[in-house]
């Protein structure tokens, strides 16, 4: 069983920075990992992900150049620095663990799932 648990967020006004962190127990190691977002009233969204060695990433083009992803295997964290935030940032972010080393942009194909941490930008 894998448990992740998000940390971080919070209020912060356009421009700030955040960064958000997924803490998990369980295996991890071997496995990509992304972080989502779902605004109000909106679907799901990707928003970055990181392979297994964390030696590739990728980001939604929303957030390419503001955000970045990394990985502490030895801490088991993913985190997710956020730079610049802006208004349309607004949501709650999670964390998953992707079913194989490669992660994608799908949220179908993870299979564990954090709770979720508010991030709220003020314009």
């Known amino acids: 069983q894998v448990h992740l648990e998000e940390s971080g967020g919070g209020l912060v006004q356009a421009g700030d920075s955040l960064r958000l962190s997924c803490a998990a127990s369980g295996r991890t190691f071997g496995y990509g990992m992304g972080w989502f977002r779902q605004a109000p009233g909106k679907e799901r969204e990707f928003v970055a992900a990181?392979?297994?060695?964390?030696?590739?990433?990728y980001y939604a083009d929303s957030v390419k150049g503001r955000f970045t992803i990394s990985r502490d295997n030895a801490k088991t964290t993913v985190y997710l620095q956020m730079n610049t935030l802006e208004s349309e940032d607004t949501a709650v972010y999670y964390c998953?663990?992707?079913?194989?080393?490669?992660?994608?942009?799908?949220?179908?194909?993870?299979?564990?799932w954090g709770q979720g941490t508010q991030v709220t930008v003020s314009s």
């Open positions: 998953a663990r992707a079913q194989g080393r490669w992660p994608s942009a799908d949220a179908h194909e993870y299979d564990y």
């Open positions: 990181i392979t297994w060695s964390g030696g590739s990433t």
